[in-house]
């Protein structure tokens, strides 16, 4: 059984915490609707630069010059999206017609070198150049946070973590644990030897620079998407800048933590692994809230009004029976006929003398919670 108060039981590690050496936003997905109608962008030339480099079997990308940004087109699009440029720092995703007509993906180095308001500036230029408006607020798919630690030794297993999630992995390198997983879906959360997928996948090696340092650097990724964001009341990019410590801290509070293995064989009474505490710690630097999940009394209205359509569908099934045992019972009513005489049986018992009063009453409830 989990038991998120057992975190306290910790605080008697008195060995010293492993050193964050770079904390931040790894990757982040955001969706961005605007106004391609009334753009500058030359949507016939995009496409003809498109079809030249798919006519030409050995050429993947074409140099393609977008407002004030120079980009690699790529020769593919992904559905609902027709094109895909790509720059150090964002992969672009566009289609003319689709809503939203923008969904970019904002890059690891960009976000590490320049920062998301550099990057978010940058972008801003780029859509003012094209003339690109934008209709309602941008919505944030999917974020990544990272947290890289100074370890020299990895004293752990995937049987000292305890998580609220139903799945989990693990990878092996010469039968030493490089990467421990837990969660899918809408939360994942990994801790791995970043050295190791630097050299072995994927190339970053300007994390040299940033931790300085080459070796014994182990990173614990959390990766949420919309869902689990909206949840926490992630909607927008000010959303991730206010409302992250929130998120944050209950993930590595109550839906994940690493232990140290004792005698005793509740899991959950073993206490909290260095690292861990040092990841806390680090977490609690952040700007809370308070909010454990996001509420939105529109949310309880949509609810409401499905449960009285619910019931709805049931009377009108009632009223359908209560006609066929009335009558011969030759033939069951349909459903037409019976929606429009439940609403004939509601009409009789609405009184329009006493209408606005009515839900005036039922307003007031609403406005003091009674």
């Given amino acids: 059984m989990f038991e998120p108060d057992a975190i306290h039981n910790s605080r008697n590690v008195t060995e010293a915490l492993p050193h964050c050496v770079l904390s931040g936003i790894d990757s982040l997905y955001v969706s961005f609707y605007l106004d391609t109608a009334n753009s500058l962008v030359d949507w016939d030339t995009l496409e003809f630069e498109k079809t030249t480099i798919r006519s030409e079997r050995d050429r993947e990308i074409a140099e393609y010059e977008l407002g004030c940004e120079t980009f690699a087109l790529m020769r593919y699009g992904k559905a609902p999206y027709r094109y895909i440029l790509t720059n150090r720092d964002f992969k672009i995703m566009l289609s003319e017609t689709n809503s939203p007509s923008c969904h970019i993906q904002f890059f690891s180095e960009g976000l590490w070198l320049r920062g998301l308001d550099g990057l978010l500036d940058r972008l801003d230029r780029w859509f003012v150049s094209l003339d690109l408006k934008q209709t309602r607020e941008a919505s944030v798919g999917r974020v990544d946070w990272a947290y890289d630690y100074d370890l020299p030794v990895a004293d752990f297993n995937p049987d000292h973590i305890l998580t609220r999630a139903n799945k ?90 690493l232990r140290l293995p004792t005698e005793d064989s509740n899991q959950a009474r073993w206490p909290i692994h260095p690292l861990w505490l040092a990841l806390q710690q680090e977490v609690a630097t952040l700007p809370r809230t308070g909010l454990l999940e996001a509420y939105s009394p529109t949310n309880g209205f949509e609810y409401r009004r499905y449960c009285m359509g619910k019931s709805m569908a049931g009377y009108a099934k009632r009223m359908a029976f209560l006609e066929y045992m009335q009558s011969d019972g030759t033939q069951i009513p349909d459903h037409e006929w019976a929606i429009e005489s439940l609403g004939d049986l509601i009409r009789d018992h609405v009184r329009p003398e006493t209408w606005q009063a009515d839900i005036e009453k039922l307003i007031t409830q609403e406005r003091f919670g009674l």
Avoid: C, P
């Fill in 168 to 257: 989990d992995a693990s990878w092996r390198n010469h039968k030493s644990y490089q990467t421990l997983q837990v969660g899918s879906g809408d939360t994942l959360i990994r801790v791995y030897d970043k050295v190791a997928e630097i050299d072995e996948a994927s190339g970053k090696v300007f994390f040299f620079d940033l931790w300085g340092q080459k070796e014994n650097v182990w990173r614990i990724e959390a990766q949420v998407r919309k869902n689990r964001l909206k949840k926490a009341g992630i909607n927008t990019i000010d959303d991730v800048k206010e409302l992250s410590g929130d998120l944050l801290h209950d993930l590595y509070h109550r839906h994940t933590t």
